[in-house]
């Protein structure tokens, strides 16, 4: 294999493990939203309304 080859199989390689960490890391941070949000739900919180808010706090003033 060439030199050239072996770099792009090697970077390929990086970029393909640096997906599947974030990937990894989305996926725990979404297990912690659900716990946050069953925590709210038990302690009496609407779910709903909480995610509205979550999603009204997103948007721009405009």
């Known amino acids: 294999m060439t030199e050239v080859g072996h770099n792009a199989n090697a ?14 890391a989305k ?4 297990d912690d939203i659900k716990d946050i949000y069953a925590e709210a739900k038990g302690t009496g ?3 709903k309304a909480l995610r509205t808010i979550i999603r009204l706090r997103k948007q721009s003033p405009d």
């Open 11 to 24: 970077q390929l390689k990086s970029i393909v493990e640096r997906i599947e960490n974030r990937e990894a």
């Open 27 to 30: 996926a725990e941070i979404g």
């Open 45 to 47: 919180y609407d779910v």
